[in-house]
């Protein structure tokens, strides 16, 4: 295609938000109006099931519960009345504790402020904030975030070591919708361990973010824990960041949270429309079912040129690959859905992975997320003319016209600035595109039971680590895997023992082990 026709292309795809003053290009991924056309009567029965999600439809049927993310931004569209001022009340009662927080009015026994806050979640009650609080914390914020979103050990004894000098000043946040996912419980029983070792009492810190009447909930109200927000049966982990999952740290850190659900709301209007080329949500699901040919064929490669973006992919990935990696269809069928999420961040790629994106396997399709304010102050010149910023612009646009060239299609998501507002869109763009996409593609994009078959997966692992300590205590002499694994009625479970076995003894957890461990036939196993 030649410049001038390209051109014209560009005018006739480029989509923009005078309100948000957001852009999206999709003019680089090369389908025809054909092609659009053929999908016309799937985007109406997207418009259509996306309507009915709002409205209340029972959008998760394992789970028995309606899918409500959009009314957390216009409580007006809720179903009941009553939910509708729960969420209203929810907002109000978190600036009102940040603002007691802020000021002082409440503060910790030993200290006139809290100064930081440990945030314990895992999935989407962590990668959410995290992103937030990578892209919209200031400098110098009233209180300094820090997570633990896992159950490494080494990583929970970094965070809280960071902190032994300030724990008496150190605000808790536990988000678990159920208080029974293991992660976030055991990182929380460690960090009040924590609390406990320092003679602070662990309740005058922790604030539960969790549903009504769960474990997490009748422990903090049995201990007196300082706060309490609820989470709702009807917002989704990986759709939880403008629920309190997000808005409770947001707050916390002097982030305008309000902003954060007006820029939502008005992506979620803009992406209402039911119109291909006047709705950007549906935009991204089209120049996504083109490139994967509707299968996911292809990866996503997200590259925000901001690094107050950088964890944009990797919230993305969740979003993403979660709701639409999936084996089976609405139908039944088996269908091996997903699109696969990853990327860095503009121009550090420069110097990375796009060497392979301009010349090696075409198996991917870009995302190029540009702004335009390069810094809130002027920028000094570092060549005639030119400043920094200058460069970056230069990076993205060499970039997006390199991959072009080499026939590899790319996406341009445009904002003026990374504010609480913008963010707030960008998060309601894409699940509003997932949403849509899923539809396309036959899925249900708010259940998860791969994730699920995983947790069972690692309890059963725990379990017969239980069992195995149990049979090597009672036994005298050492016993090999083979012995182990017959006296557990387990022959077929002889590789997790060995690997259970080898990480308990790793561990100095009184299991000593003998023999050659490039063979481990040959090892024998007691108890210490």
Not at 84 to 89: C, G, K, L, R, S
Not at 195 to 201: A, C, F, I, P, V
Not at 279 to 286: G, I, Q, R, T, Y
Not at 387 to 398: A, I, K, N, P
Request: hydrophobic share 40%.
């Amino acid at each position: 295609m030649d410049a001038t026709a390209l051109w014209l292309r560009y005018q006739n795809w480029l989509y923009f938000h005078a309100g948000l003053g957001f852009y999206l290009d999709i003019s680089r991924m090369r389908f025809d109006d054909a092609f659009v056309a053929g999908l016309q009567p799937k985007f109406e029965k997207a418009f259509s099931d996306m309507a009915a999600l709002e409205k209340g439809a029972i959008a998760n049927p394992d789970e028995d519960r309606m899918v409500g993310h959009y009314w957390l931004r216009n409580p007006d569209l809720a179903p009941t009345p009553e939910l509708t001022q729960e969420i209203v009340d929810s907002v109000e009662q978190i600036e009102e504790f940040a603002d007691k927080i802020h000021t002082g009015a409440i503060h910790p026994p030993k200290a006139a402020r809290f100064t930081d806050i440990i945030s314990i979640g895992i999935g989407g009650s962590a990668l959410g904030p995290q992103f937030v609080a990578q892209a919209l914390t200031t400098d110098f914020p009233p209180l300094n975030i820090h997570f633990i979103d896992n159950s490494d050990p080494a990583g929970i004894d970094r965070v809280l070591t960071h902190l032994r000098n300030r724990l008496s000043s150190t605000l808790v946040l536990v988000i678990s919708k159920s208080g029974g996912t293991p992660e976030p419980r055991n990182a929380m029983l460690e960090v009040k361990k924590a609390y406990s070792g320092q003679n602070l009492d662990f309740a005058n810190y922790a604030i539960a973010i969790t549903m009504a009447g769960s474990k997490l909930d009748e422990q903090s109200k049995s201990e007196g824990w300082l706060a309490r927000f609820p989470m709702y049966d009807w917002v989704g982990g990986r759709t939880s960041e403008l629920s309190t999952v997000g808005l409770v740290p947001a707050a916390l850190q002097g982030i305008d949270i309000k902003q954060m659900l007006e820029g939502a709301k008005e992506m979620d209007d803009a992406t209402r429309i039911p119109d291909i080329k006047n709705n950007p949500a549906a935009l991204l699901a089209l120049a996504w079912y083109y490139s994967g040919n509707g299968k996911g064929e292809k990866d996503m490669v997200v590259l925000p040129y901001k690094d107050s973006l950088l964890l944009f992919s990797r919230y993305l990935q969740q979003l993403v690959m979660e709701s639409l990696g999936k084996e089976k269809d609405l139908d039944g069928n088996i269908v091996y859905q997903g699109i696969a999420v990853y990327g860095n961040k503009g121009s550090t790629d420069q110097h990375a992975y796009v060497q392979q994106l301009r010349e090696g396997v075409p198996n991917f399709f870009a995302t190029l997320i540009e702004v335009l304010e390069d810094r809130s102050c002027p920028s000094p010149e570092v060549e005639p003319g030119i400043t920094t910023g200058d460069y970056l612009s230069g990076f993205l646009q060499g970039t997006r016209q390199a991959l072009y060239e080499n026939q590899r299609d790319s996406i341009t998501v445009t904002i003026p600035q990374v504010n609480p507002r913008t963010v707030g869109a960008l998060i309601a763009l894409y699940e509003r595109a997932v949403g849509l996409y899923a539809s396309l593609v036959n899925v249900n994009a708010y259940h998860q039971p791969g994730v699920e078959a995983g947790k069972k997966a690692a309890a059963t692992i725990l379990e017969l680590q239980t069992q195995i300590v149990d049979v090597l205590r009672k036994e005298k002499a050492a016993l090999t895997l083979a012995q182990i694994a017959e006296k557990l009625g387990s022959p077929d479970k002889i590789e997790s023992i060995y690997i259970i076995i080898r990480h308990l003894h790793a561990n100095q957890r009184e299991i000593t082990i003998e023999g050659n461990p490039s063979e481990p036939s040959s090892l024998t196993v007691s108890a210490s």
